[in-house]
């Protein structure tokens, strides 16, 4: 038996149900509209992710410049002091052994993980048996967290217990101990060497993407014209693979500069403060004495120069896309 | 139901429930919260003592205060980082163990303990002078003294005996001779010149002092660039080229107790840590003749200078934080914890490693049981008469120094070579001026 209470009012439903449709057309139509704008949806998708920028970058970068502004200690807001904070750090002969630190580390650090890593990857650009297992092992320094494989290179770099004095020793190669991390310049190289060993992966694993891009017919062609395998690398490979090696090198210029953990692991600053950087110092100011203004002023020292680094890399990159 | 009456009615029910005083409040009431003391402590160099917390402390407490203690341990070198970000934000453990003159750093953020510092110095001897100047702060305790980790020298009595020291050198000339020659038998003194947080200044700051050295006057004027103090980065220089083991520039707290442990230093300054190893390892660690290693170990305080012998002793403080939402429970605790029939579950297990901050703890049995050779550790905390910011007082200023490891710095800096002993002391005074301003 039919519902009369549906059935029996089949004539108004549809009368009430033809102005829904209708309603729903515009909206669909209204909703459509509103996807289709590139604006509209750009503006969607990017609310996320500018959201969390706002949040988790600008937010503390904005809070950073204030304290580096005001006499802020741990538990106490401080006062605003102007440019104070930054006086202090410029006079401060622990800051200045960092900041150069900072700029020494970085720049030998590159060269080494860019001229490693070039290499590294010309080798992989090869063809050779394992080579995809080769490929993936190599990004295990990369992987590892900086903490765990900046406690392993301490044991191996120890003063007393060293297995590489161990080998050498019992090698017959020397006949006292090396001071890997007891003294200074040893120690800033044994931290160049460890954050060349880490980052060196990325820089091999990113070239060799961009030597893949590169036709062999280029190669095929320079070859037949009589060039060597310098000549084919220099005029061939390396014009092709800047653009992607600039790219690396400012990654890792704001990665290396503002590096904190493998120093405050392998040798926290010492010995005599002689492998402190920037970070590991506004660190020690900031969190360990309790005085965040200074620590503030201290970080935001990198800025600058980071900024620098980047613009004149950018704008570099950006006249070759020109060309 | 008139309005006015209707609200009454409900103002009367919600009372009832006591909904009004949770909103006056701004808090949930006590027995809906759960009573828990959540305590941030380092991982002690003895972790039978942070068994104890967790495995003894924390039960009892459960049944004598109904308290559920949370026991957190950490790195020393990172207690400052969590403490900093626990004020800053405003949340996290109810109570932070602060060593040294932290508690100095961290005024404003704890809770007044005075009343139970006066109850257990009262009951206990009498809390030492320097600890109390360690967290009394404007007439107020602003933290709790725990104990004090005593820095002794550990020493190999069978390789002194075999270069002719039949006793520890009194004096820094007489251990620069023993050690010479320790080191020429390829035993040499190690000693960490690092930026670490113990073994380091413990060990710089007593140097100075024995040699007349001092970082400021009472009124706070820097006093470090003086011929006492070029004298005794002098010394050190000759003394670290003569008799160490040159790689403890590059050492942290724990590098002595693993060289001393594997035979390869003589003596070292550091807490019992080693000898309590060495005893707790018996079958473990060894003398070269087969013999268990802590019968050939014996401790002595730091030698003497020209200006008498003096001792730093690591001092660790106990600080209930404003923020806590449980300071009462926290207070209790403490209270609980300091009484001595407690505290002493937790100090037998250390054998001597820390003692107590108060005069009674000298003459507990549990000397007797630990032996003469840990006699040495009895009295030292009560001896000690400098501490840091020495002749000022440990305040924010000589945490900043402490922390910066100017005056530990000024020595790696000379005896690494880095600088001439008269550039390293001016260098030294020069930025400790820019803290004392």
Redesign the interface.
């Known amino acids: 038996m039919k519902d009369p209470a549906i059935h029996g009012t089949g004539g108004a439903v549809a009368a009430v149900a033809a102005p829904l449709v209708d309603r729903d057309r515009v909206r669909v139509s209204r909703l459509t509209r509103v996807l289709d704008s590139e604006r509209l949806l750009a503006a969607a998708l990017l609310t996320p992710g500018v959201a969390i920028l706002a949040l988790f970058i600008a937010y503390p970068f904005v809070m950073a410049i204030w304290f580096s502004l005001t006499s802020i200690?741990?538990?106490?807001p401080g006062v605003f002091v102007g440019l104070a904070n930054f006086t202090?750090a410029l006079?401060?002969?622990?800051f200045q052994t960092a900041f150069s630190n900072t700029v020494f580390y970085t720049f030998w650090a590159t060269i080494f993980k860019l001229v490693l890593g070039m290499w590294l990857a010309l080798l992989l650009n090869r063809s050779f048996r394992f080579k995809r297992i080769v490929r993936a092992s190599m990004l295990l320094p990369f992987i590892i967290p900086t903490v765990l494989s900046a406690f392993a290179w301490r044991w191996m770099f120890?003063?007393?217990?060293s297995v590489m004095n161990w080998a050498l020793y019992h090698g017959g190669m020397i006949t006292d101990?090396l001071?890997?991390?007891?003294?200074?310049d040893w120690?800033m190289w044994c931290a160049i060497v460890v954050n060349t060993w880490r980052g060196m992966p990325f820089f091999a694993i990113t070239l060799l993407a961009g030597l893949q891009t590169i036709s062999p017919d280029l190669h095929e062609a320079a070859a037949l014209d009589g060039a060597g395998a310098w000549h084919r690398f220099w005029h061939v490979t390396w014009p092709l693979l800047l653009p992607v090696t600039l790219v690396v090198v400012v990654f890792s210029v704001i990665q290396t500069f503002s590096d904190f953990q493998l120093i405050y692991v392998l040798?926290?600053?010492?010995?005599?403060?002689?492998t402190h950087l920037i970070a590991t110092y506004a660190?020690?100011?900031?969190?360990?004495?309790?005085?965040?203004g200074e620590g503030a002023a201290l970080s935001l020292f990198m800025f600058p120069v980071l900024f620098a680094v980047v613009w004149v890399q950018l704008r570099y990159l950006k006249r070759m896309e020109v060309r | 139901m008139r309005r006015r009456k209707f609200l009454k009615a409900v103002g009367a029910g919600v009372a009832a429930t006591g909904i009004e005083g949770i909103l006056t409040a701004q808090r949930a009431p006590a027995f809906a919260q759960a009573n828990t003391v959540h305590i941030l402590r380092w991982n002690d160099f003895v972790p039978a003592a942070d068994k104890v917390l967790r495995e003894v402390f924390a039960p009892e407490v459960q049944k004598a205060l109904g308290l559920k203690l949370n026991v957190e341990t950490v790195n020393a070198?990172d207690l400052?980082?969590r403490?900093?970000?626990a004020?800053?934000s405003g949340s996290g453990p109810d109570i932070i163990l602060l060593l040294n003159n932290y508690p100095h750093?961290?005024?404003?953020?704890g809770v007044d303990v005075s009343a139970l510092a006066d109850e257990v110095s009262k009951a206990q001897g009498g809390i030492y002078e320097p600890a109390a100047r360690l967290n009394k702060i404007g007439g107020k305790w602003v933290s709790m003294p725990w104990s004090l980790v005593p820095a002794l020298i550990a020493y190999r009595k069978s390789w002194f005996d075999e270069v002719g020291a039949k006793e520890f050198p009194k004096t820094w000339q007489q251990y620069h001779e023993v050690g010479r020659k320790l080191k020429a038998a390829k035993r040499p003194i190690g000693q960490t010149?690092?930026?670490?947080f113990g073994d380091a200044p413990t060990f710089t700051y007593p140097l100075l002092w024995s040699f007349g050295g001092q970082e400021v006057d009472a009124k706070g004027k820097v006093m470090l660039d003086s011929k006492e103090t070029l004298e005794s980065v002098r010394f050190m220089v000759q003394f670290w080229k003569d008799a160490h083991?040159?790689?403890?520039?590059?050492?942290?707290d724990s590098?002595n107790n693993?060289?001393f442990l594997?035979g390869?230093i003589s003596a070292t300054l550091n807490g019992a840590s080693i000898y309590v190893a060495a005893l707790n390892g018996a079958d473990k660690f060894k003398t070269e003749k087969g013999e268990p290693l802590h019968t050939d170990i014996l401790h002595a305080p730091l030698p003497a200078g020209p200006k008498g012998a003096h001792g730093y002793h690591t001092a660790h403080n106990h600080m209930v934080m404003k923020y806590s939402k449980n300071t009462k429970g926290a207070i209790e605790f403490l209270r609980w914890a300091h009484k001595q029939e407690n505290l002493e579950k937790w100090m037998v297990v250390q054998k001597g490693y820390a003692v107590g901050t108060a005069r009674a703890w000298e003459k507990h049995k549990m000397w007797a049981d630990n032996g003469p050779v840990m006699a040495p550790f009895k009295v030292a905390a009560a001896g000690q008469s400098r501490l840091m910011g020495f002749a000022g007082q440990p305040d924010?200023k000589a945490?900043?120094a402490w922390?910066?490891?100017i005056v530990t710095?000024m020595y790696?800096?000379a005896c690494?070579g880095?600088m001439k002993a008269e550039e390293t002391v001016k260098?030294a005074a020069?930025?400790l001026g820019?803290i004392y301003t």
């Open positions: 200690r741990v538990g106490d202090k006079n401060d002969t622990i120890d003063p007393t217990f101990r001071p890997f991390l007891s003294s200074g120690a040798t926290g600053g010492g010995p005599a403060n002689s660190y020690q100011i900031g969190v360990n004495s309790g005085l965040l | 070198n400052p980082a403490a900093t970000a004020i800053q750093l961290y005024a404003s953020a010149l690092g930026n670490t083991d040159e790689g403890g520039l590059a050492w942290d590098n693993r060289s594997s390869d924010k945490a900043e922390n910066k490891y710095v790696a800096q690494s880095k260098w020069g930025e820019k």
